[in-house]
């Protein structure tokens, strides 16, 4: 049994040898000496590669993946898990905060309870309240426009069977919220409980979190387009509604309806309503826009890797076009689009 492990790389550098020690010893430990670790750099600006090339020219388990510049780290992950090899697939973030001794505990908890995918809920958050509020506040509202239960607080940290990630792969579309990715694959995914370290701030602010539920659920259902027809009929009936009074009491009453003010005020609301619909429709227009360019999820400038017979990582640049999956004990020359 092979298992890889992918994280992404950015301003990672003081964590890569501390990782790859403590990776390797966690393999070891699931009883497999056979590892593959995958580091993705997503241009980083510090010395990431420059170390973790360092490492790979010792381990020929060790792949280094070098992307043309920052693409996003669901992009990255994403493009690591498409050169992986393994039987099991374990992700993890590089800066330590998610321990590589999970590996050991996902491991034992897959084969105790069959499943293909064992992944880290968060029992410990980070921020203070209003960070807390937007989290909450992110799900709850995930829920009800996409329809889809989301499981909440789920950390990067996983580990898959090779026909999960097979199936995940499957999925093309450019703009990624890899949550929700994960969890609409399906198959048999079990939660455990894990306390990640808190080793730097987290970088999600209340807006950023709204930003990203409203992106998950337009990409994950069209309630909010089947809201906006809704909404569509009731102003139509309240406008209807004001008419009939209107007309009611001058024909039976002979009362006009007097007031610039009340005017103004439905042709604000209107007006706003107009907007916020728009707005919607907008987004989902972008989504279609970025979707039928097929632009590439992320070019790969150079994949780096012990090349056996030299003891030092060795280099080739990368075509633009296609995608391989790199032969052991070789440079491969990979794509720059990970289709």
Known sequence: MKISVVTPLYNSAPYIEELHRRTVAAIRAAGTDEHEIVFVNDGSPDDSL???????????????????????????????????????VFVMDSDLEEEPEWITLFHQKMREAPCDVVYGVRTNMKGGRLYTLGRATFYRMLDILSGVHFPANIATARLMSRRYLDALLQFKEREIYLGGLWHVTGFTQLPVPIIKEDRSPTSYTPARILGLAVNAATGFSTRPLVAISVLGLVVAAVGIGFLAWVLVKKLAWGVDIPGWASVMAAVLLIGSLQLLVLGIIAIYIAKIFIEVKQRPLTIVREIHRNSGDAGMAARAPVPPTGVNVPAAGTVAKLAGAVE
């Open 50 to 88: 420059a170390v973790a090339m360092a490492i790979a020219a010792g381990d020929a388990g060790v792949v280094v993946i070098d992307l043309s510049r920052n693409f996003g780290q669901h992009r990255a992950i994403m493009t690591g898990l498409a050169h992986t090899t393994g039987d099991l």
